[in-house]
């Protein structure tokens, strides 16, 4: 709840990613509820027939199809020409977004260093796996982190497979700072323009958005992408540690809110809490995206080994 | 209620009030920090308050306790006091029987638990909190001062004029109760001896003062407020006077104990030897029970430290009066009969069942009483003769005190100058004492006289000598002949002896030729004679002639007193423990009955010591090393001398507390209310309470407990 006041900042790999860590998800690979068609041929099966080695079906040929195809057996038995189609192994996008404003560097443990550790944990599983791996920080700056990009993006990388591309991927989320404010819908707008292929994507956020999370949301469903929410929220936000007549300051818009800390009062927090998490559900549910809250305290592996794969995101 | 200083609490209110509210109105300085989100804050203050500042105000504990607080303080300001019809600056003085009575252990209904001299300590206690204290924040009014006496037969001041409450506190607590009876009279005089004189003021014709001088009768000052706490067990009570100040009595009677309650105590014990036998000891023991009912209680004799008889004694049921409800004791009593001819320490126990029953005997302390019974008295003896050898040789052997054989020279020259007084018995052997300037020969006192003719008055006439021979006839019964026979007894010649008419000379001992041996008696002389030599006889070879010395020297001398003179060994509890002992006396303590030891007293020029008063029952030594007296107990060298200090007092034993007490001028009722009206300073209960609330709100900010 509160801003850390000396967060985590990880710098190297091994702060985002421990080898206990990486030895747990090796086995695990980024799973959709649909198999998504990609650009390079990936170890993924694909609705597609194309061109494994796996036999799937027939088709009569047609005039253009590739000759190498024609199933000469069937040829001399039938005098016809059929086609022989094969599962088609294709790679899949996997996009995490994940929050880098201000109210992500708040908690005890840290939400942002949380969030970092997560998306290193999913972005690995996707780079071992050939998958094509994207990550975009969300977070409104003051001038143009990308060249041609838009203000309220904060960071961005693209187009990473395979498993040496692991150090890129660390570098990217430890270059990245939580600071300022988001403008959510804005920036999911661009991420819908500018993403390419199908696959999965995970947001990482709190959820916590003045303006709300709804529009933004919505743009990012569709155009083939499965979208999971993952909303990160400390233990301190989910029971408040203060007391006393306090004066509560906004991190990312500096808004005010003198409060005096009481049992009712808390009692108020939490119910608006859970409803505004479960608002955050129903919305997504509704939209087929799968939201999950999940507070920083839990154990990493226990969200991917657990609840993740629970939930359709890994397998 | 009232209140001390209401002015100081209104203004403290009228400021301190307010401010606390505006301080609750005015936003706190809130502590600032940063939060990711404000969005559940802002929805969650919407929610929970309508921006009402009143309802705000309605839902704060901490302010409701903080004036709680404040309001308790303001109160505590304001010297809140229960009402009182005392005056300010009185004196009082505290009188607080200590006596024996005291000890009932009928202080509260609830028998056993407490006697009525801490109750009377208690209810004291009680009086002296309730006295007016100096206020704090006004330095006009006067505090109340009391002075504390504690009396049993004596007086004693234990605190003078004081308004230090923790002081007259400490005082009463100190005072320790006693087993003696109670006299108020010098209580009374004491206190009354603290007032001023009264001055009287001669003034001239201008109204100048010419002459004044003091009374020593009339009291002049302030009044004195007497508060009595007692059973009203008082012997000389109406030696106090009571005075009228503003229609109200000077002199306040608390009564403490229950008139109803039953006590058997001892009220006399006294012991006696027989005439005839002086080793007959008859212990005679009084009892008195203030029982409705009849009651038989045993009476247990203990000489020496061991049981000696047990004897119940049945007592009837005391009368009561049925308007006032006060008890007239009944009494009963028992007597113990030994053969001891020693001194002995007799004790005697009542055993009541009051241990186990406070109902039947709230008094323990009046069930015992000891008694030190002197051995039979040894005599003074003195042998006026002229060189008889059987005589003198066999009263040598006997136990005397002293002994002394005399001319008939010196005899003549004691008469003279008064000297004989000092013996018991004297013994004329052949030798009749001359006349003297009235034609007396025998003065007063006791006498043995052999082989004279004592002429009348006290004597018999002579009719010449006798042919002698045997006795033929004695009385048996008499005590110098009881123990001897005279069978052998055998007269060469004995005069002839003729009693007069009227005389008070009886015959103890008959030969054919008449009385040989003969006994005389009025007011001042007894004499036993034998007016046949004994040279003449076989009797001084005969063992009877021993035997009839000492029961002559036994009978006349020991016997001439029958009561045991125990009157100097005997301490009423309150007097002093005064004795004269040998003047060589060193070392001298008196070992008291709880084992201690006294100071060592130092004897005056002619050997008196004095000890005391002495305020406990019991049994006293006095010990010194030197000479001892006849009668007192030597051991290792140390002589020891044994007094009883006994309660016996039928006024004590009485234990039903007095509902009225007669003084010299009024009837005074006791105060039915225990509870006096007390000023009550309430202001360290509201602090209290302020204090106790801040702990309770310093919790409930901890807890987090708010409303």
Redesign the interface.
Known sequence: MLRSENPTRPTTIDELLSSQLIAKISQLDVSSKKIFAGKLKGERRSKKRGESVEFADHRPYATGDDLRHIDWNIYARLDRFFMKLFMEEEDLSLHIVIDASASSDCGEPNKFYYMQQVAMAMGYIGLINLNRVAVTAVGLRDELVIPGGDKSIAGNIRDLRGRRRTHDLARFLCSIEPEGSTDFAQACKRIAMTRRGKGVMIVLSDFLMKEGYETGLRMLVGRGYDVFAIQTLSPQEVEPDIAGDLQLRDVEDGDMAEVTISAPLLKKYKENLAAYCQGLRDFCARREITALTIQTDTPIDTLLLDYLRKRGVLR | MTWATPMLAAIVAAIAIPALVILYFL???????????????????Q??QANAPFQRLRKNLLLFLQLIVLGLIIFGLAQPRSASSVSSGQKFILMIDRSASMASVDGQTDLGKQTRFEEAKKQAIELVQSMREPSMFSQGEKADEAMIIAFDANAEIITSFTSDQSELINSINSITQSDAPSSIAEAYRLAQAQRPKRIVNATNEAGEITESHELDELKGGEPYFFHLFSDGRVSDIDSVRAEEVDAQTTFEYHAIGSQSSNNIGLVALRSERDYDTPSKLSIFVAVQSTDSIERTIDAELIIDGSTRSVRSIDLPAATIDETTGQRTPASGGVIFELDEPNGIIARVRLDTNGNENPEADVLLSDNEATLVVPPAKQAAVALISTGNLFVGSAIQGMPLSRFDTITPAQYEENRVSGENDVYDLIILDGYLPKKDEFGSILDPGRYLILGEVVPPPYGVVDKGVGSGGSIIDWRRTHPVLRDLTLDALLLAENPIVEIPEDSGVISLAETASGPVILETSDADVRAIMVPFELTKTNWPFDVSFVVFLASTVDYLATGSTVAVDQNERQIVPGNVLSDRIPADASGVRVLLPDGSRSEELIPTADGRVVYGPITNAGLYRLRWRGTSAPTDVVEDGTNYRTFAANLLDPTESNVSTQSTIALANQIVTADSSTQRKRIKDWWPYFLMGALLILLFEWWVYNK????
């Not at chain 2, 936003?27 to 203050?45: F, G, M, Q, Y």
């Not at chain 2, 987090?704 to 409303?707: I, N, V």
Request: glycine share 0%; proline share 4%.
């Open positions: 936003k706190l300085r809130r502590i600032p920090r940063e939060v990711s989100s404000t969005l559940l804050w802002k929805k969650a203050i929610d929970l987090k407990m708010y409303l």
